[in-house]
């Protein structure tokens, strides 16, 4: 039952940073093997967040976000 409401919470409201990431890591020419042997983030916790099955703390996505070049600016 609680995978069922995350998904449903997923849907109702936008996420666009973890939609960035994930397209980030789908469009990356590192394969999820390698971005969890960089980033310390199991490969099958990178898997279920790109096919939408579970989020990321702020913490793991900070790493994730750096290991794809992301850099955060203050506006």
Aim: charged share 30%; aromatic share 6%; net charge positive.
């Amino acid at each position: 039952m609680t995978t069922t409401k995350a998904k449903t919470r997923t849907k109702s409201r936008p996420d666009a940073f973890a939609d960035i990431l994930r397209d980030a890591v789908r469009s990356s020419d590192k394969t999820l093997y390698r971005l969890s042997m960089d980033t310390g983030i199991g490969q099958d916790q990178l898997s279920r967040f790109v096919r939408h099955e579970r989020g990321l703390s702020l913490e793991t996505a900070g790493v994730l976000a750096v290991a794809l070049g992301f850099q955060l600016k203050r506006s």
